[in-house]
């Protein structure tokens, strides 16, 4: 059963908007360009896996993805799985081309077009959430449970190599595909009950509850000023910005299209890129409306969080990042593009 749902990345989301606001000619674009590529490719490997797991008995389960916690340092998951027997942390890698675990220097070499790269070695980095999450459940003073970890790799394709003798390692290295026949496995070795549902039930909500959503800065990271990112509602249609408020409604002068819900990603990028709450001069400011009483009247209708009243009133970005009743439904289907 999912307890908690894999959503976008917000690291995706953000170079998304990022590109769509700023000057094509700015230094990095390039640079952005490619990162939201592999942002891409890493959420592809993870939805990949989603569906073997989806493969597994409901009940037996509780699966949550994308969890974020906070011992003394934050740590983040891409799926563990729980059961009344034992815990599993995944870590889940989608790369291209041929990946070499050095038994000497417990280095990782990616293989690609004869091109050789270091990359952060999986394993460890699996076993050291599976350490943390230990760690968390001792400083939540929850019973210790038996905790495996796995490196899922996402794609058949990718060959996996090491040195003659340390094919061990490959025990908690495995293709999504065979992830299925591998949890049956460990189900088979830990048959022992070591919760009761009562406990269960405590562990999996607490789990959610200290979920920390992350919040990157995005503008700080690749050194862009706040001025370099273009306001106005963009046009669905022609891709320019701004379009204009006009009788309800919002009206490209460009293309001369007509729009009813082009603000709802604008607000998204606001939240993405500059703040994650805005007042309603800031939001009158961003989408360049004219009169402060028809930006008042269209920021009431997205039914945002708020907090504090009056002028001094903050609306929220929503935890999902989701706004725009478009989203809602792409997010329905399953499908991100
Ligand atoms: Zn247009």
């Known amino acids: 059963m999912i307890l908690k749902e894999r959503p976008v990345p917000i690291q995706l989301l953000q170079r998304e908007a990022l590109l769509r606001r700023l000057d094509t000619r700015f230094y990095r674009y390039k640079e952005i360009e490619k990162d939201l590529i592999n942002w891409k490719t890493g959420y592809a490997g993870e939805k990949n896996t989603d569906y073997y797991l989806s493969y597994l008995p409901e009940e037996e389960f509780g699966i949550i993805n994308d969890l974020r916690l906070k011992n003394q340092n934050t740590f983040q998951m891409d799926t563990i799985l729980l059961s009344l027997m034992f815990g599993l942390v995944l870590e889940i890698k989608n790369i291209v081309g041929t990946l070499f675990f050095d038994q000497h220097t417990q280095s990782v070499t990616r293989i690609y077009k004869d091109i050789e790269e270091g990359i952060t070695n999986p394993l460890i980095q699996a076993r050291r959430h599976r350490n943390q999450l230990l760690h968390w459940m001792i400083n939540h003073r929850l019973p210790p449970i038996p905790l495996e970890y796995l490196v899922v790799i996402s794609r058949n394709s990718t060959i996996l190599k090491t040195n003659p003798g340390n094919e061990h390692i490959f ?54 000023g706040r001025t370099e990112i273009v306001p106005g509602v963009q046009c669905p249609t022609c891709k320019r910005i701004p379009m204009l408020r006009v009788s309800a409604t919002w009206f490209c002068p460009s293309c001369k299209a007509y729009s009813k819900d082009a603000h709802f990603p604008a607000v998204r990028d606001y939240f993405l890129l500059l703040n994650e709450k805005m007042t309603l001069k800031q939001f009158q400011e961003f989408l360049l409306i004219e009169k402060r009483g028809v930006a008042k009247g269209l920021l009431h209708t997205l039914h945002l969080q708020v907090s504090g009243s009056g002028r001094t009133t903050q609306y929220y970005l929503p935890p999902d990042c989701i706004l725009s009743p478009l989203n809602e439904n792409d997010r329905k289907k399953g499908d991100f593009h």
Do not use: R
Request: with cysteine.
């Open 171 to 224: 025990k908690n290295i495995i293709y999504a595909e065979c992830l299925e026949e591998k949890i049956n496995q460990l189900a088979a070795k830990y048959q022992t009950p070591v919760l009761k549902s009562k406990s269960y039930n405590k562990l999996t909500q607490l789990l959610l509850a200290e979920h920390i959503p992350s919040y990157p800065e995005i503008l700080k990271m690749y050194g862009i």
